[in-house]
């Protein structure tokens, strides 16, 4: 019996000895697993583990975690593989260009097989993103030397390069390459395998799908602003990168004006990043990036034969340099893919805030001053965006809750909100308060006291003032007549029905 018992514990042994291990393996799993609701109840990190047991619906430790990893790689939530981490491939690289006059992000790679292409006649020309004096993303279709070179760099923000890609298509273009994040890549992906892919019964079309690493794309119309408001005037920008997850942006010069966190600029993100899990383009012919390559060089991953042919042909007739990735920097490259991979656990869940006014609020409370002139520049995308909701009188209770909901897309920050009761034209009572941050689809619930007696209540309005440093967000008033008569009109429609039943049912039972 103990011989049987010691073997039967060989393959875990030997497992642990494979698995991706980490003293917070167990701390994992609850953060990214169980606590972010995504846990399946599947039981498969207990049935595996001698410390871990199913106590009040969850894994709980009955004994010390030695971080020996089984618990999460078991579980079917998790990615902790390489192809589940950064999809298939057959072969990895590190690379640079050997054209002299290649000034590309990096490595200068995607630009450098650009070249290959259009020079060796195998592609009509390539779909890019160039971008103009502010920044802003200007898709292209290019089919000379001089005009890739001019589109190298790298781009943080959303580019409808699709659009590029069927226009130069329906020009009679049919051999083109096609560079794009992992969200660009997919969409013309799918539109080359799905039965219903406009590309796949194009047979005339030849797109190389050229994939970028991606962990975020930002908003232009928030970050810019931001960068604005830091005295960055974008005109005098002449190159923006990511690394060692900070945002770098540079003049013309090459002079580094300033570096962000990338945390910092979280409020700015794109919200589609937030559903995003591909790192690096998992769907391309060949993806690209820094991560995993040292100062100067690319991280490529050749995914399918085509791909692997073009990277090693376009270094045969030397327009790239390229060597093995070694096994620590795909190592890092798994890293960084695990921390996007995760995201799916992490989205945050759209916040409603409740706020309860106080319930003697001070009387006639000073105005607030009136908006200053100022230089910072004012975001009309979110002008009317912030929309009054749900609102609905207790008078019982004497309050009006009510909702304010950010449609916008983008996040408000430094929101100065005043709530006040209007009695006769006349201002009582007034109700303050600030919010850093409102996302994208968060929601702000208001439940307001009247706080005066009963014949006064049909003199009152509400008015709710919202602005920021720059702008008027919303001016609104809620007559508490209109929703007395709406509360009354309520009330007798919900009596007419309850007798229009009684009616019903007396008749019913008239019936012989």
């Known amino acids: 019996m103990a011989q049987q018992e010691s073997s039967d514990k060989i393959p875990y042994a030997y497992l642990q000895t494979r698995i991706e291990k980490g003293k917070d393996s167990y701390g994992k799993l609850m953060k990214e697993v169980v606590r972010s609701g995504v846990c399946t109840h599947c039981s498969a990190c207990v049935a595996v583990c001698d410390v871990l047991d199913w106590i009040d619906n969850e894994p709980k430790l009955v004994g010390k ?52 292409l259009l020079e060796k006649k195998l592609i009509d020309g390539a779909v890019v993103t160039k971008h103009d004096e502010s920044w802003r993303a200007r898709p292209a279709f290019v089919n000379t030397r ?30 083109v390459a096609f560079v794009g994040t992992p969200c660009n890549i997919d969409a013309v992906d799918k539109m080359q395998k799905s039965p219903y892919g406009m590309i796949l019964y194009n047979l005339r079309a030849n797109i190389v799908k050229i994939g970028l690493f991606c962990m975020d794309s930002f908003s232009p119309e928030t970050l810019y602003g931001f960068f604005e408001r830091e005295g960055i005037g974008l005109k005098d920008v002449g190159k923006m990168n990511i690394s060692s997850g900070k945002f770098n942006v540079f003049n013309k010069q090459g002079e580094k004006l300033k570096e ?20 690096t383009s998992e769907a391309a012919d060949v993806s690209v990036g820094s991560v995993g390559s040292p100062e100067g060089y690319n991280t490529v991953l050749c995914r399918t034969t085509l791909g692997q042919l073009l990277v090693e042909d376009a270094a045969a007739h030397g327009y790239l340099e390229i060597k093995p990735l070694e096994h620590d920097a795909l190592e890092t490259l798994l890293k960084l893919a695990r921390m996007k991979k995760v995201s799916q656990y992490t989205v945050n869940v759209r916040t409603q805030y409740v706020f309860t006014s106080p319930e003697t609020p001070g009387e006639t409370s000073a105005p607030r001053t009136v908006l200053q002139a100022s230089n910072l520049p004012k975001t009309p995308f979110l002008a009317k965006k912030l929309k009054l909701k749900n609102v609905k009188l207790s008078s019982a209770a004497k309050t009006v809750k009510f909702t304010l909901e950010n449609e916008s897309g983008y996040t408000m920050e430094g929101l100065d909100i005043r709530i006040s009761l209007s009695i006769d ?5 007034a109700w303050r308060t600030s919010v850093a941050e409102l996302y994208p689809y968060e929601s702000m619930v208001f439940d307001y006291p009247l706080g005066v007696p009963d014949d006064q209540l049909p003199t009152l309005e509400i008015l709710i003032d919202v602005r920021t440093a720059t702008d008027n967000l919303l001016t609104e008033k809620i007559s508490i007549k209109s929703l007395l008569e709406q509360e009354a009109a309520d009330k007798a429609a919900k009596e007419a029905a309850k007798e229009k039943k009684k009616a019903e049912a007396a008749a019913k039972e008239q019936k012989p």
């Open 65 to 116: 975690c030695t971080g020996c990893g089984i618990c999460y790689n078991q579980c079917p939530r998790t990615k902790t593989v390489p192809q589940d981490l950064i999809g298939s491939f057959q072969a990895a690289y590190v690379v640079r260009s050997k054209v002299p006059d290649v000034k590309g992000q990096d490595g200068g790679t995607v630009t450098t097989l650009l070249l290959y």
């Open 146 to 175: 001089e005009d890739i070179l001019a589109a190298s760099g790298s781009l943080y923000v959303h580019s409808q390069t699709v659009k590029a890609l069927f226009k130069a298509l329906k020009d009679g273009n049919h051999a």
């Open 260 to 279: 962000y966190k990338i945390a910092q600029l979280n409020r700015y993100k794109s919200s589609s990043c937030n559903f995003c899990t591909d790192l």
């Open 425 to 429: 034209v006349f201002e009582k009572i």
